[in-house]
């Protein structure tokens, strides 16, 4: 099975581990990523990226010259796409742009004129309701009547795409895997105390962005309700909101148990979490963001979740998006934004140590049997032999 696969989201080496285990599962399987060439990311990081070729076996990662540099909606690739295919002769093309995409538009129309007859795939992470307008109501149209399969990253958005007429097959799925050899328990004193943390303290962690949306003021309020426990708030990231937090967290008298860390490298990111005895993901739905399509958010996955888990970290989440989804009965789940609720979850970890450890337990085991980029590669693969067989 020949496997061409394209997003902005490969740039990145260790977003693509997923498709370079599928490409390993057995014999056969080829599977080919396609990348822009040149890329601004924005957010953290800054400069424009300038990806390379890449090869191991039957794994590659190809750069393709590219049109819009930092807009996944607009992107389309150049001519060389067009060579790529005609010697790939892909079996599965899957585009991880949306239903929208540009791009994916590009190769439904290619794999058309060079008569490859590939099965025609698109990743989606959205999850709210939307209405479209001409042209881009028209380009979702051609992209959704020549779909034959679609990889979903929640169930809300396979419930937005049945609202949208599409009735094909559907795999509910995250589009990136959790490395469970890095992402695993590891004893870290020494940044530990590095951080001023001692065995003594409790500590919460949360690791995003500093942003209204992530509920970061409900989780310090909910924090300051146990003034009388020995907890404090490992705060890993950055964003906007940090100014605000100090200052309510300061009215609230809890002001010197907030341990704030800047973003660090992906790589490192384990290390912080095995310093912590549970993850908080408190997002709380938003009306107030608009695009050209769309209005709104709310959480889509929370990878962060499953990274905790798969270190054996009881995780909290908010019962917003697909967080419930992504916990399952292996963590705690409270109503978005009820500081007294977040409270109580967070007295159910703290008082009983056992309870805690049960809860990790219980999340380590769903995030290795559901989350590893090895498990997701397997059903990704079974869903696209399926796809073939129809």
Not at 128 to 135: D, I, V
Request: proline content about 5%.
């Amino acid at each position: 099975m020949k496997i061409l696969v394209a997003s902005h989201s490969y740039i990145v080496d260790l977003n693509c581990e997923k498709l370079r285990v599928l490409a390993n599962l057995e014999p056969g399987i080829e599977v080919t990523i396609v990348v822009p060439k040149r890329w601004k990311p924005g957010g953290v990081m800054k400069d424009t990226v300038k990806t390379r070729f890449r090869q191991e076996g039957s794994f590659r990662v190809v750069p393709v010259s590219n049109f819009s540099q930092n807009n996944q909606g607009l992107l389309t690739f150049g001519t060389d796409l067009f060579a790529l295919m005609q010697d790939f002769r892909p079996d599965i093309i899957q585009v991880e742009q949306g239903a929208k995409s540009l791009a994916y538009a590009q190769m439904i129309t290619l794999n058309r004129l060079l008569g490859l007859k590939a099965k025609n795939l698109f990743f989606t992470w959205w999850n709210l309701p939307y209405t479209l307008k001409f042209p881009v109501s028209q380009l979702e149209s051609y992209n959704l009547r020549h779909t034959d399969g679609v990889v979903v990253g929640n169930q809300d958005g396979a419930e937005v795409l049945r609202q949208r007429g599409y009735q094909k097959a559907m795999q509910v799925m995250p589009q990136l895997g959790v490395d469970e050899h890095l992402f695993r328990p590891q004893s870290q004193p020494e940044l530990a105390a590095q951080l001023g943390i001692t065995p003594a303290d409790f500590v919460v962690g949360f690791v995003g962005r500093f942003v209204e949306e992530k509920g970061l003021l409900t989780l310090v309020k909910a924090l300051a309700n146990l003034h009388d426990r020995p907890w404090k708030l490992l705060l890993l990231g950055r964003g906007a909101l940090k100014e605000t937090l100090l200052e309510q967290a300061k009215q609230w008298g809890v002001g010197d148990r907030l341990i704030w860390v800047e973003s660090v490298p992906h790589a490192d990111v384990f290390r912080y979490i095995n310093v912590m005895n549970a993850l908080v993901l408190p997002s709380e739905t938003a009306h107030q963001f608009k695009t050209l399509t769309s209005s709104g958010w709310k959480e889509q996955f929370g990878h962060v979740l499953i990274e905790a888990m798969a270190c054996q970290v009881p995780v909290i989440g908010s019962d917003s998006g697909e967080i419930p989804n992504v916990i399952g009965d292996a963590g705690l789940v409270f109503p978005e934004g009820n500081v007294e609720a977040l409270s109580d979850r967070l007295t159910q970890l703290i008082d009983p140590p056992e309870s805690a450890r049960e809860i990790g337990q219980r999340g380590y085991h769903r995030a290795i049997a559901r989350y590893t980029n090895r498990a997701l590669a397997k059903k990704l693969l079974n869903f696209y032999r399926d796809l073939r067989n129809t």
